[in-house]
C-alpha cells in the first residue's frame, strides 16, 4: 500500500519557537512532494518540491526534499500563534496525491 | 480565496438516503479531484475527473460516482449512505492532472 507517514502527530510549542515536522513516503509513481497547511476546512498550498536538497522558502516557513531518504521536512521558524494548524504532505503519485494523516501544530501564546 | 467553491457547506442526511455535493473549479481548470476527510485524519482520494471524463480512482466503492461538466462544475454522488461515509469532502481544481491543485471548502456531511 503507498503510504504517506507524518510525525509527530501532534506538537504544542510557545510562539517564537522552531518546529520541525518531518514526512517520509514510498518511491513508487514518485514526482512531487507537496505540503498543505489546514485551518478549518480547505487546505491551502504551501510548496511543491521535485528535487532533492533545494529548500524551498516562503517567510518564515522552509521546506527541503531528500529523495535518497525518502523525506522532506518543514520548518517553522519564529513561530506565531497564527501558525496553529494541521499541516498536511502529500505526494502526487500520477493522477492521485496520497496524503499522510498530519501534523496537529499548536502554538501557545 | 482559492476560486473553488464547494455546496452545500453542511449536510445532514439518514442512512440508505442518497446525496449530491456539489464543486464549482476555477475558469479553464479541466481537472477536478474529489477527496474524503474523516475526521483527525488526512484526506483520502476518491476519484479525478478531466475533461469530463474518469481519471483514475481510489478505493472507494462504485456507489461513490462522479460527474463533470464543460462549464468547470462537477459532482459527487453517493448512494446507499451509511454511516462511516461522515466526514469531510473536498473538491480540488487543476489547470492539468499533474500541477498544483486549489480545494475548495469542503462539504461537511452527517450521516445519522
Known amino acids: 500500500e503507498d503510504k504517506v507517514v507524518q510525525s509527530p502527530l501532534s506538537l504544542v510549542v510557545h510562539e517564537g519557537d522552531t518546529v520541525t515536522l518531518n514526512c517520509s513516503y514510498e518511491?513508487?509513481?514518485?514526482?512531487?512532494l507537496l505540503w498543505y497547511k489546514q485551518e478549518k476546512k480547505a487546505p491551502t498550498f504551501l510548496f511543491m518540491l521535485?528535487?532533492s536538497g533545494i529548500e524551498k522558502k516562503s517567510g518564515r516557513l522552509s521546506s527541503i526534499l531528500d529523495k535518497k531518504e525518502l523525506f522532506s521536512i518543514l520548518n517553522i521558524t519564529a513561530t506565531q500563534t497564527g501558525d496553529s494548524a494541521v499541516y498536511l504532505c502529500a505526494k502526487d503519485s500520477n493522477y492521485q496525491l496520497i496524503w499522510g494523516a498530519g501534523t496537529k501544530l499548536i502554538i501557545k501564546p | 480565496e482559492t476560486g473553488v467553491t464547494q455546496s452545500p457547506t453542511h449536510l445532514i442526511k439518514t442512512r440508505g438516503q442518497q446525496v449530491t455535493l456539489r464543486c464549482s473549479s476555477q475558469?479553464?481548470?479541466?481537472?477536478v479531484s474529489w477527496y474524503q476527510q474523516a475526521l483527525g485524519q488526512g484526506p483520502q482520494f476518491i476519484f479525478q475527473?478531466?475533461?469530463?471524463?474518469?481519471?483514475g480512482r481510489g478505493n472507494f466503492p462504485p456507489r461513490f460516482s462522479g460527474l463533470q461538466f464543460p462549464n468547470y462544475s462537477s459532482e459527487l454522488n453517493v448512494n446507499a449512505l451509511e454511516l462511516d461515509d461522515s466526514a469531510l469532502y473536498l473538491c480540488?481544481?487543476?489547470?492539468?492532472?499533474?500541477?498544483?491543485?486549489?480545494f475548495g471548502q469542503g462539504t461537511r456531511l452527517t450521516v445519522v
Open positions: 518511491v513508487t509513481n514518485f514526482r512531487s
Open positions: 475527473y478531466y475533461r469530463e471524463e474518469e481519471n
Open positions: 480540488a481544481s487543476s489547470p492539468t492532472p499533474n500541477t498544483e491543485a486549489f
Open positions: 521535485t528535487s
Open positions: 475558469s479553464g481548470h479541466n481537472t
